[in-house]
């Protein structure tokens, strides 16, 4: 049993209380998260995992003028001490932009005065406090002005790698091949919906499938197990069947699934009847991901065959059933489809969710099996969901999401990449998903609005840098509008009052300038 220590001056107190500290977890070297107990008392933050051996701490902070932000340390022994906690978290955000800065400039980025006056005052500021004695009330002060102005350095940073990237792409392809696509629930919108930009009230009109055509030049269309087939042995293709017509004659490229999407509440509910039968549940899934594919083989351009299989699920599956029952699925797909590309989803693909459930499978490690496998496994699919209150993703810049997907690119494979970002609080009635949304920074106040401006803000430099990525084949929207029956809360690009967020807008001009 290993335990890690941080001390919390008393002047941080009301700091520490504002963080994300019950979702803290430690990683080691190959960046999958320890299942670890977190407690924190008189002045102490600790965290008991079953090895002692060293690790990194990751931990989701506020930053004034940036939002939550997920924060770390270098790697630090297991000490009976304690670890001064914000000096820490300095060391580790002068490290991160400093050697990414010096990694990239060295490879031809050109940096910015800008990038450069934050650093330097990030860098004094850090050593400042670790310069203080471990009592010095002005150490708190001096660590914290540190992170700030070294966290808005790594914002600049991506935002230069991001747009001298992009321009290098632009230079050898002027048009990338960027699959954009949205996520919808068949069927698409066929009516004209009204909406108010400004007060809500019904004055202007939407064309949707025009809204959709003009943003996107693809679609992710549900193609799910839990939607088709709500009774045994009864499945209803009606649905989907219009919205893979509908995309057809809009033009857009086709993402159909996940065809079985393992998250809780979205199996069939009658499949509880065979959960202590696992071939015969097994046989159950083969037959109907044969029949869904036959009836839609040629109008889809890529399978998405399993979503969220990586997590602990509602069946209980072990390692060795998740395996099977994955490539039960991988290979009924290619037998009754063998032209079109296949690929599988993971949920939270920095495995946060290792951190608390023994169950589940570390995502990168789950992956490279499936790709071993020689089942003809054409690419992986990354989802990520930003601001909820479960199964998210804890919120990065995009420096350190662009490191995450160039390890995920050490696979060799293609990305597909998912983003849900909630823009509006509360419980969403609409959704098949019961979670409620969590604010991505601590000033947003309870206005749609705020929420929906906060959406863009965060979810910008995520999708440039995803644009930067040669091996990031797809980006997926989940969710176009939330008067229509969606997924994900208030992820729309329409809110429920059918007002076009400020996400709609930006990635509408993403298509129209930079994309096919």
Request: hydrophobic share 40%.
């Amino acid at each position: 049993m290993g335990q890690m220590h941080f001390d919390v001056p008393d002047a941080a107190n009301e700091f520490f209380e504002s963080t994300r500290w019950e979702d803290a977890y430690l990683c080691g070297i190959e960046g999958v998260p320890w299942q670890s107990r977190n407690s924190y008392a008189n002045g102490r933050f600790t965290l008991t995992r079953g090895v002692d051996t060293s690790a990194k701490l990751f931990l989701t902070c506020p930053i004034p003028s940036i939002g939550y932000r997920q924060l770390s340390t270098c790697s630090l022994r297991c000490l009976d001490s304690s670890h001064r906690l914000f000096v820490e978290l300095a060391r580790g955000s002068c490290y991160r932009v400093r050697v990414q800065a010096d990694v990239w400039q060295r490879g031809g980025l050109v940096l910015s005065d800008r990038f450069d006056d934050f650093l330097t005052r990030g860098t004094k500021r850090f050593l400042d406090a670790a310069q203080c004695a471990p009592d010095d009330p002005s150490c708190v002060d001096a660590a914290l002005e540190a992170i700030e102005a070294l966290e808005q350095a790594s914002n600049e940073l991506g935002d230069l790698f991001s747009t001298q990237s992009v321009a290098y792409r632009r230079s050898r392809e002027t048009r990338l091949s960027t699959m954009l696509a949205v996520g919808v629930l068949p069927p698409l919108p066929a009516t004209e919906v009204t909406a108010d930009m400004q007060s809500g009230r019904a004055s202007n009109s939407i064309d949707e499938q025009a809204t959709i055509t003009r943003a996107f030049n693809a679609a992710a269309v549900r193609i799910s197990w839990g939607e088709i087939e709500t009774d045994s042995g009864r499945p209803n293709y009606e649905p989907a069947d219009e919205a893979l017509t509908a995309c057809a004659q809009m033009g857009l490229r086709v993402i159909g699934g996940p065809v079985i999407d393992y998250r809780k509440g979205l199996l069939p509910d009658w499949l509880t009847l065979l959960e202590d039968d696992f071939d015969k549940l097994m046989s159950t899934m083969t037959s109907f991901v044969e029949k869904t594919v036959m009836q839609f083989r040629g109008r889809v351009n890529l399978w998405n065959a399993a979503s969220g299989l990586n997590v602990a699920g509602p069946l209980g599956f072990d390692d060795e059933q998740v395996m099977r029952f994955s490539i039960g699925i991988l290979q009924t797909i290619r037998r009754c489809d063998p032209n079109t590309p296949v690929l599988m989803s993971l949920d939270q693909p920095c495995g946060e969710y290792l951190a608390r459930d023994e169950q589940g499978i570390s995502p990168l490690h789950f992956a490279d099996a499936l790709l071993r496998s020689g089942l003809g496994l054409a690419g992986i699919g990354l989802n990520f969901r930003f601001g909820f209150d479960d199964g998210d993703t804890h919120p990065r810049s995009a420096v350190e999401f662009g490191q995450m997907l160039d390890r995920w690119g050490t696979l060799n494979a293609p990305l597909m990449v998912q983003l849900s970002v909630a823009g509006a609080p509360g419980k969403d009635a609409a959704a098949r998903l019961p979670i409620q949304t969590r604010p991505l920074s601590p000033e947003i106040n309870g206005e749609p609005d705020s929420w929906a401006k906060a959406q863009f803000e965060f979810v910008q430099p995520l999708i440039e840098t995803l644009l930067s990525k040669q091996i990031v084949h797809a980006v997926v929207w989940d969710g176009w509008s939330d008067q229509h029956p969606h997924m994900t809360p208030h992820a729309g690009l329409i809110d429920a009052k059918g007002r076009p967020r400020p996400m709609l807008a930006y990635l509408t001009k993403i298509r129209e300038e930079m994309l096919i």
